[in-house]
């Protein structure tokens, strides 16, 4: 049984009654102001007040766009700034209503302006709200979030959040103690929402310190940012949870299920996230490191990034290839800088036996040394390698070490190379010969 204190919320019985009697006051009270000036003369003033921001957004921002267009800003400013532009209406709106409400206070000093100060109340609670909204990068929840803020400071602004709240709680169920309505839904709802939000932007935070942290391995980085996001979210949803009001004890049974359902339906994910852990503590695979894969695909690129179910490699083509976390734990990898980022490239040749072998040796070290992307330790090295049928076989070994930007291209370079050197020095490469016999004799 859970300690947890019990609490008790009465909730006033509604009737269809109630309901018509609170509705006969509502229009008996509009007819009686039917003819009040005091009400009538501020609501018309804040009709005008919203036509005038519409016609001044209509009219600035279009010019707003395009200046921010002509100044060279990063993405994530350019968005956010171009968003801002659309609260010209409600800056507007509210110039308005503030100098008509000094106008209104200088003509008649005794009359009640309760309903321009709430127009400028909400006003100004729209245009911050939008304004602190826009760390979401999610342009859906931006909205959202930006809606649910504002309905809330309405109603606060309003003073009917009570009675909203007892309007919320009369629409739910009861299971045992513990009592589920749309209020908790909505606690639940916000509560996880803005917690949520919080936490990505506390990871993104630590994300970028720990990057600038030089004494780290990437793996380390990686591994640091997946155990703080973990932890935020688990937090957050934690507090998200007891921030409603729902015990936690009652979801005991709803956490069963959820564990069942992952030990059966959610197996290869969770495998995935494990396995990605794993990579991460044993660093067997790294941001940067080049990847050959032994699966059948062959797949040869960079890793560029460790997510918690796939890690991308990227190819010579620009292709990512996103392979599941569980195939680099599984299978056979070859990873060509998992100690040492260096790697040997061979580049086998045969000249004619009139040449000098020695010569061939000395030329093909010297044109390997001159390739900008040759290391200089170990020194290149040649050998003679056969005795051919047309020809003598070398292979010339050399080392490079930023094969994520391709092998290739290298063996292209230094095969020119002994073109051009062969060329200068006589040497020549023979074709294969082939002996005709004519069965006819």
């Not at 204190?5 to 007819?31: G, L, Q, R, T």
């Not at 005008?48 to 001044?56: D, E, K, S, T």
């Not at 400071?153 to 003073?159: E, P």
């Not at 030089?214 to 932890?231: C, E, G």
Request: hydrophobic letters at 50%; glycine letters at 6%; charged letters at 20%.
């Amino acid at each position: 049984m859970s300690d947890a204190p019990e609490i008790n919320v009465e909730v006033p019985e509604i009737s269809m009654e109630s309901v018509a009697e609170a509705v006969s006051n509502f229009w008996d009270d509009v007819k009686e102001n039917l003819n009040n000036e005091a009400i009538w003369t501020p609501l018309a003033i804040v009709v005008c007040a919203l036509i005038f921001g519409v016609f001044c957004r209509k009219l600035f921002r279009p010019r707003l766009v395009a200046l921010l267009d002509k100044r060279s800003f990063s993405y994530r400013m350019h968005m956010t700034l171009k968003n801002m532009t659309k609260l010209v209406m409600q800056c507007s709106a509210l110039l308005f209503i503030v100098i008509a409400q000094a106008v209104w206070l200088a003509l008649y000093p005794e009359s009640n302006i309760t309903i321009l100060t709430s127009a400028s109340k909400l006003l100004i609670a729209w245009i911050l709200i939008r304004v602190i909204a826009q760390v979401i990068e999610n342009s859906f929840v931006r909205q959202i979030v930006a809606m649910a803020g504002w309905i809330i400071a309405a109603l606060s602004i309003l003073g009917v959040m009570d009675q909203t709240k007892v309007a919320l709680d009369t629409v739910g169920m009861n299971f045992g103690d513990w009592r589920l309505s749309l209020l908790t839904i909505i606690k639940f709802s916000l509560a996880i929402g803005i917690l949520l939000t919080l936490t990505k932007i506390m990871t993104g935070t630590a994300e970028r310190r720990l990057q600038k942290a030089t004494d780290l391995s990437p793996s380390v980085r990686v591994l640091l940012v997946k155990i703080i996001k973990i932890v935020l979210v688990t937090l957050a949803i934690l507090i998200g949870v007891t921030s409603a009001g729902i015990d936690i004890s009652a979801l005991a049974i709803f956490g069963g299920a959820l564990g069942l359902g992952i030990g059966f339906g959610l197996q290869k994910v969770i495998s995935n996230l494990f396995s990605g852990m794993l990579l991460l503590v044993d660093k067997s695979i790294k941001p940067g490191d080049i990847i050959e894969m032994q699966d059948g695909t062959g797949v040869f690129g960079w890793v560029s990034q460790l997510s918690a179910r796939y890690v991308s490699i990227v190819t010579r083509e620009n292709k990512e290839y996103l392979i599941p976390n569980e195939d680099f734990i599984t299978k056979p990898v070859i990873n060509w800088s998992y100690t040492d980022k260096k790697i040997r490239v061979e580049t086998k040749f045969g000249v004619d036996y009139k040449s000098d072998p020695h010569l061939v040796k000395k030329l093909s070290i010297e044109v390997a040394g001159k390739v900008k992307r040759v290391c200089e330790t170990p020194k290149a090295v040649c050998h003679l390698v056969e005795f051919g049928d047309s020809s003598l076989n070398f292979v010339l070994r050399y080392w490079i070490e930023d094969a994520e930007n391709g092998v290739t291209n290298t063996k292209g370079d230094v095969m020119l190379g002994l073109w051009d050197a062969f060329k200068e020095n006589g040497i020549e490469i023979p074709f294969p010969h082939r002996v005709l016999v004519d069965k006819r004799d």
